[in-house]
């Protein structure tokens, strides 16, 4: 994949260096036309104000023709930086290097059952890893897939969509760089703009005297224009004063206009970018069912919606033409240009309003998907987890997605038909709390519809819950160990309000006494054996593995060790069966020149 984004990122670089030498060209033309125009209009000063309209219409025609081209041209090589720079990120990410997209660390909250524990959000989390979300609706809606999991006929659909994605690596490269960089708020903005705020300021274009003047003036003035041109004389008078009144008239609209074009001005690029996203989207004949679904919301007959929002973004340029003050003045005495192109946008509204708001969310929807294809496409050795109905838990070479690639170690872990809680000893940095992690992360792909970082995961459903983090708290006068008694009361909790709950417990109990701790736990694992509780607990006391002689069925003893070769500690990170016999503390207490008596 790093070789596919070199390639791109090649050609683009030469794309690039082609569209800025066509822009200046385009720069050269303006200027040559501005030398044009003085000496036309030196040559034909004395041939008359007609002579002079003429060149005048013509090199504005001629201007604004050329304006608009190259600035088609900017928008096209600001889209093409923009991809570069996307493009320019994948490699990086690959290469173990910050996402430039959020990291999410607004969703962080150390009292839901498993985010903090695992990693999903904030600096260096799985969200900071996946995310390919510019605007605030899409991340949010990917952050929930993170936080809770779906039924599993949604995830089935999900995976389909992502899938059916992740192979139009080209088209989401595409999709995205359209709405990187646009404001963080456009689309929650523009939602509420055209659901609430938009229908009752158009209330005023409705009035009778307001429809007669904005019909009449651009008839009137162009007509008194064309007859001054032809006869001459005191018509060019009655052209001042037709002018005049319609400034007039054009003033007292301005506030209402003003404070219109203040909430849409910084609108336009946006909306021509999403309705070239929902263009591609129309056009695709889609496989997956939810992918179907979501173009056939945005289809009603003939109807395009991304025709009608192209339409929007032009209707929204062309009052834009007010910025240019000449410009703004001419067509607004002449043609009474803004009035008349908030008529057409009132009639727009009156149409589309409904669909539009529904096309942003549809948006957001491909835009979420979009992350997940992404991290399918760009992790192609990655499988679909198969999602069962009934307890199950079966991988094969499942290693950490957040670990590289050259140092992730990958393991085998599966659950038995019988419901267990599994017991992990270990040395100190052997493994034991990045294995419970890759579970659990995993577990969190596979439930929001992605790949996960593994050669086979079958799983079913679970509700995730950890205890790992487990902090004090001075602003709460909160002690290590009362942090860690409310959390152990919030798994009681939320084991028993869900059946499908899934327990990862890393060295509960830390903040006491060892026969407290040795005490407390095994209590803990008593009733989370008697409810039918699965799970995984990692601890250094070896007195939890003896439990397995009391319940043979209901608890399995796994490990990870060192090898130690010199004086030197070796670690293979490979989960194995049965309980932990060999340990470093003394060794690394000793590294530090503090000597354990044997």
Request: glycine share 4%; proline share 2%.
């Amino acid at each position: 994949m790093i070789e596919d984004y070199i390639v791109q990122r090649e050609n683009l670089e030469k794309e690039i260096r082609a569209f800025k030498k066509l822009i200046n060209q385009y720069s050269f033309a303006r200027l040559f036309l501005f030398g044009l125009d003085i000496l036309l209009v030196y040559l034909f000063f004395n041939q008359g104000i007609e002579a002079l309209i003429v060149i005048t219409t013509l090199s504005l025609i001629g201007f604004l023709y050329l304006v608009k081209v190259q600035t088609n041209h900017q928008n096209h090589l600001k889209f093409l930086i923009t991809k570069e720079l996307l493009v320019k990120n994948e490699i990086n990410v690959k290469d173990g290097k910050t996402n430039i997209y959020d990291d999410g660390t607004r969703f962080c909250n150390p009292n839901h059952p498993y985010t903090d524990d695992l990693d999903i959000f904030g600096e260096h989390s799985l969200f900071a890893y996946l995310n390919r979300c510019s605007t605030l609706d899409a991340q949010n809606l990917l952050a929930k897939w993170l936080s809770v999991y779906a039924e599993k006929t949604i995830i089935e659909e999900r995976q389909k969509a992502v899938e059916e994605l992740s192979g139009k690596q080209e088209n989401n490269l595409n999709f995205r760089a359209r709405l990187f960089g646009l404001n963080l708020n456009e689309i929650p903005t523009l939602k509420l703009f055209f659901k609430d705020y938009l229908p009752n300021k158009l209330d005023f274009l409705k009035k009778k005297p307001t429809k007669v003047f904005v019909a009449a003036i651009p008839i009137i003035t162009t007509g008194v224009l064309f007859a001054a041109v032809i006869f001459n004389g005191i018509l060019w008078n009655i052209l001042g004063l037709t002018l005049l009144l319609s400034g007039a008239g054009y003033m007292f609209y301005k506030k209402d206009i003003d404070a219109l074009h203040e909430q849409i001005s910084k609108s336009v690029s946006g909306l021509e970018n999403y309705a070239e996203n929902l263009k591609w989207i129309e056009q695709v004949e889609w496989a997956s069912s939810l992918l179907v679904n979501l173009k056939s919301s945005i289809k009603k007959g003939d109807n395009l919606i991304s025709k009608e929002i192209f339409e929007l973004s032009k209707i929204l340029n062309s009052l834009n033409s007010r910025l240019n003050p000449i410009v703004g003045i001419f067509l607004n005495l002449f043609f009474q240009w803004d009035l008349k192109t908030l008529k057409r946008l009132a009639v727009w509204e009156a149409k589309n309003q409904l669909e539009i708001i529904n096309a942003f969310d549809v948006l957001v929807n491909f835009e979420s998907l979009l992350s997940l294809a992404t991290l399918g496409h760009n992790h192609s050795d990655w499988v679909y987890p198969k999602i069962l109905n009934s307890h199950h838990l079966n991988t094969v070479a499942i290693g950490h997605p957040l670990i590289t690639d050259q140092k992730r170690i990958a393991n085998d872990f599966h659950l038995t038909d019988n419901i267990t809680i599994d017991i992990i000893t270990g040395s100190n940095m052997a493994g034991k709390s990045t294995f419970l992690r890759t579970i659990g992360i995993n577990m969190v792909l596979a439930f929001a519809g992605a790949k996960v970082c593994a050669e086979k995961m079958e799983t079913s459903i679970f509700s995730l819950i950890s205890y790992m983090r487990i902090k004090d708290s001075l602003a709460n006068q909160t002690s290590t160990f009362k942090a860690e008694i409310d959390r152990l009361k919030m798994i009681l909790d939320f084991t028993t309000a869900n059946q499908n709950s899934f327990v990862l417990i890393d060295e509960m109990l830390r903040g006491t006494n060892s026969k407290d701790k040795y005490l407390g736990s095994k209590v803990l694992i008593k009733k989370l054996i008697t409810q039918k509780t699965p799970g995984l607990i990692a601890t250094h006391d070896l007195q939890i593995a003896d439990l397995e002689k009391e319940y043979p069925k209901q608890l399995r003893n796994y490990h990870f060790d060192i090898t130690v070769e010199k004086q030197e500690m070796y670690f293979d990170y490979k989960i194995k069966i049965g309980e932990c016999k060999t340990f470093n503390a003394s060794m690394l207490l000793k590294a530090i020149g503090i000597e354990i008596e044997e």
